[in-house]
């Protein structure tokens, strides 16, 4: 869908429990980022990495937890430290070379129940 | 770090009439200044983008300017239609080597 896929559409959390959110893209873009969106807040980043086994925190990072083992690949974990995790989750990739824009996934909306 | 600040929160126009979404920034290296569109529930999509070695770029009903001495960028729609109804984000960067910093949105509303 577009190149880079998040899964799921929908993800419910309960107090206390970590989730993961899934950004797999075959754009062969190097750098990938996560954000989060609430309402009036427009995007704000949580982490994002530039190279493989590579990451670094961005504005909102506590409570949040990454990896980078495949070029592909860049799980989100919201962790049970994250008091207020219900929003919607964008992770977006970037590619070198003429462009610097970026392709976005179609978005994880996360509720804590 | 980078602030991008962006005006007006909503924008109500009538069909056939322009629209103009204003932004600006506060790290005077940023270079880069994309605009996207996203409508609810949707990702969101990139629609135009400006470098700081131009002042202003088109493509169709759709311009952005740039004033780097101002530190200031603006979208115009011209001769809007109700499929330009969304939320507009524009954000700045520093080339491909740093993330994108975005404004808090843009509702426009297209009334036909």
């Known amino acids: 869908d577009g190149g880079i896929t998040q899964s799921p559409k929908y993800l419910f959390r309960k107090e206390g429990q970590n989730v993961t959110l899934s950004c797999e893209q075959n754009?062969?873009?190097?750098?990938m980022y996560w954000y989060r969106q609430d309402p009036g807040q427009g995007l704000r980043l949580i982490y994002y990495?530039?190279?493989?086994?590579?990451?670094q925190k961005g504005d909102i990072a506590e409570g949040y937890s990454v990896s980078r083992e495949k070029k592909e690949s860049f799980p989100l974990t919201v962790t049970s430290a994250q008091k207020n995790p219900t929003a919607f989750y964008l992770c977006?990739?970037?590619?070198?070379?003429?462009?610097?824009?970026?392709?976005f996934g179609s978005g994880t909306r996360l509720t804590v129940v | 770090g980078e602030n991008v600040e962006q005006h007006p929160s909503t924008l109500s126009v009538q069909e056939g009439d322009s629209a103009v979404i204003k932004c600006t920034y506060s790290?005077?290296?940023?270079?880069?200044f994309p605009w996207y569109k996203q409508e609810l529930g949707k990702r969101p999509q990139l629609i135009i983008d400006?470098?700081?070695?131009?002042g202003e770029k088109k493509d169709q009903r759709i311009a952005v300017t740039l004033n780097k001495t101002a530190k200031h960028f603006s979208l115009h729609i011209t001769e809007t239609q109700p499929e330009d109804s969304a939320v507009y984000f524009c954000?700045?960067?520093?080339?491909?080597?740093?993330?994108?910093?975005f404004g808090k949105g843009t509702r426009l509303s297209v009334i036909a």
């Open positions: 977006a990739s970037r590619g070198q070379g003429q462009s610097y824009g970026y392709t």
């Open positions: 754009l062969n873009h190097d750098a």
């Open positions: 990495s530039q190279i493989v086994n590579d990451f």
């Open positions: 790290d005077s290296a940023s270079n880069y």
């Open positions: 400006i470098r700081s070695n131009v």
């Open positions: 954000a700045a960067s520093l080339s491909g080597n740093t993330p994108l910093v």
